[in-house]
């Protein structure tokens, strides 16, 4: 008996002199039953139970403790490490959930005791709840940066890139972990990048504001080294006492194309509507002399100035088809459609335009499915290809090869309404394309303007591309040009396709429409 009473007294001196020592601390001593043996202060303070209402308790029933293992698991490690750490999710007196971090140490003073289970405690609520809060405008921040529209990204007040979305990804061509890390100078040209420097140095010595707060146009490198014009909006927000700037991009480079086809669409037309205007005053100024000539040719009998008269309605001549070029241009010479088999049509005229090119340059006529009908003023449409085959022939002087393919085509037809999806309209596309020269981008932009020409002097008008455009915009269809120096050159002529109804009703309205045309610009008597 006095051998068990020692140990006894030997258990309890060590568990009193722990909890005396360590009352302050949240401490817990539990038999390996986990029947509370010693309650701290400290826990009297964390939990809201006194020592004397915890003493003898079952921990984890009087806690509602919820482990992340299994018990069993928990036991078994500590019957190998004698230690085992964890989180624990547990219940105050008061009905409040806690979150605590703990450490259980397994103690055996003597031979075959039974364990003695040290549990110390840590409050850890507050600091999961502030890890947990952080994680979700983390994960806000993550899905943000995954779902904008426009390319953003972070950078620190050394320009180092710190955040970089998945837009910005598709922009420039990088993936964020080739960026992050990375001064943001890599996604400018070189003097982009310098004159970025002087902004974000002037700032942070002067203040002055150059790029924050306001959207600039600067030019963005892609990681394949193609430069292109974005607009750039940058924010600024001061973390832990350190500047980080956000900036949001968005690419220029769709809106200053249309932009220039805009301006370009424009042009022509205030040159077609001039053009056209001066064609018709000049034509019915050559009626008139055409006719009087006319009328002077019963009245003159001398060979001599008979031969002057002939020259004279000669010209008269030449000066109506050029008129006629220039009407077509300016889209007022009258046309007449009718529903044609677009394919058939070209087959037919393959004859004569083989003729036109010469032997050194081999014609070729291909036809991509079949019904190719469309409303078109068939005698235009075979006046346009010529033009664009005499083109083609002076661009390849040493023989090639022309091509005509006939194909169906979809694309948006005119401007969109406000708030409406631009319309699909469906095609009859004429191809012309050549192995020629090709053209520089300068002259491209230029090709469709009346009187441009490249040719020598006597060698051309400059006006057979003009009539072709002319003929396209008023047949209700455009006309695209692609072409680079060396890789020859190809024209597209998109006619509107003919449906069943169309192909019906229309002809009678474009009929009219054309006679209308005709008594506004009439033609000269040939």
């Known amino acids: 008996m006095g051998s068990d009473e020692g140990k006894e007294t030997g258990i309890e001196g060590l568990l009193n002199t722990v909890t005396h020592v360590l009352n302050g601390a949240n401490i817990i001593i539990q038999d390996e039953d986990g029947r509370i043996i010693r309650w701290t202060s400290g826990c009297e303070r964390l939990y809201g139970w006194t020592s004397t209402e915890a003493v003898g308790q079952v921990a984890q029933d009087m806690l509602a403790t919820r482990f992340p293992l299994p018990q069993d698991e928990i036991r078994r490690r500590i019957g190998l490490h004698h230690t085992w750490e964890g989180e624990l999710v547990q219940r105050r007196k008061d009905g409040q959930t806690i979150i605590v971090a703990t450490r259980w140490v397994a103690v055996n003073s003597f031979d075959h005791a039974p364990a003695i289970i040290i549990q110390t405690i840590n409050d850890i609520t507050e600091m999961t709840k502030a890890q947990n809060d952080l994680a979700a405008r983390e994960a806000h921040l993550r899905s943000i940066l995954e779902t904008v529209p426009e390319?953003?990204?972070?950078?620190?007040?050394?320009?180092?890139?710190?955040?970089?979305?998945?837009?910005?990804?598709?922009?420039?061509?990088y993936f964020a972990k080739e960026v992050v890390g990375r001064s943001v100078n890599m996604l400018m040209p070189a003097s982009e990048g310098r004159a970025h420097d002087g902004h974000l140095a002037r700032y942070l010595k002067t203040g002055e504001r150059r790029i924050i707060g306001y959207g600039r146009v600067v030019m963005?490198?892609?990681?394949?080294?193609?430069?292109?014009?974005?607009?750039?909006?940058?924010?600024?927000?001061?973390?832990?006492?350190?500047?980080?700037?956000?900036?949001?991009?968005?690419?220029?480079?769709s809106r200053h194309r249309i932009e220039a086809e805009l301006r370009q669409a424009q042009k022509m037309e205030a040159i077609g509507q001039l053009t056209?205007?001066?064609?018709?005053?000049f034509n019915n100024l050559l009626a008139v002399v055409s006719g009087n000539l006319e009328m002077l040719e019963g009245k003159i009998s001398d060979e001599r100035l008979r031969r002057?008269?002939?020259e004279a309605q000669?010209?008269?001549?030449?000066?109506?088809?050029?008129?006629?070029?220039?009407?077509?241009?300016?889209?007022r010479q009258p046309l007449n459609p009718q529903l044609a088999e677009i394919g058939t049509l070209i087959t037919g005229f393959s004859n004569l335009l083989l003729r036109a090119i010469g032997e050194t340059i081999e014609l070729r006529v291909v036809a991509h499915g079949a019904s190719h009908h469309a409303l078109v003023d068939g005698p235009q449409l075979q006046n346009a290809l010529l033009n664009l085959a005499l083109n083609a022939r002076d661009a390849m002087p040493r023989g090639g090869r022309l091509t005509i393919e006939i194909s169906h085509a979809t694309r948006g037809g005119g401007r969109p309404s406000a708030g409406l999806a631009e319309q699909q309209r469906d095609y009859v596309l004429v191809s012309v394309s050549d192995t020629g020269t090709g053209m520089t981008a300068d002259v491209r932009e230029k090709a469709f303007e009346?009187?441009?020409?490249?040719?020598?002097?006597?060698?051309?008008?400059?006006?057979?591309?003009?009539?072709v455009y002319g003929f396209?915009?008023?047949?209700?269809?455009?006309?695209?040009?692609?072409?680079?120096?060396?890789?020859?050159?190809?024209?597209?002529?998109f006619l509107p396709a003919a449906t069943h109804q169309w192909s019906i009703a229309a002809p009678h309205k474009m009929l009219t429409l054309a006679m209308q045309s005709a008594e506004k610009a009439p033609s000269l008597p040939m």
């Open 314 to 331: 000669e010209a008269t001549q030449d000066g109506a088809r050029l008129t006629g070029q220039l009407l077509a241009f300016g889209r």
């Open 276 to 281: 056209g205007g001066l064609a018709h005053d």
């Open 308 to 310: 002057l008269l002939l």
């Open 450 to 467: 009346p009187f441009f020409t490249t040719k020598g002097v006597g060698s051309g008008t400059g006006l057979g591309l003009s009539m």
């Open 220 to 253: 963005g490198q892609r990681k394949d080294g193609s430069v292109f014009p974005m607009e750039l909006s940058v924010g600024e927000a001061v973390v832990d006492g350190k500047r980080i700037f956000t900036g949001f991009i968005r690419d220029l480079t």
């Open 151 to 173: 390319a953003m990204l972070v950078i620190d007040e050394t320009g180092i890139v710190t955040s970089f979305s998945a837009a910005a990804e598709r922009l420039f061509g």
């Open 472 to 493: 396209a915009k008023q047949s209700g269809g455009d006309i695209e040009i692609d072409s680079e120096p060396g890789q020859g050159t190809c024209v597209k002529i």
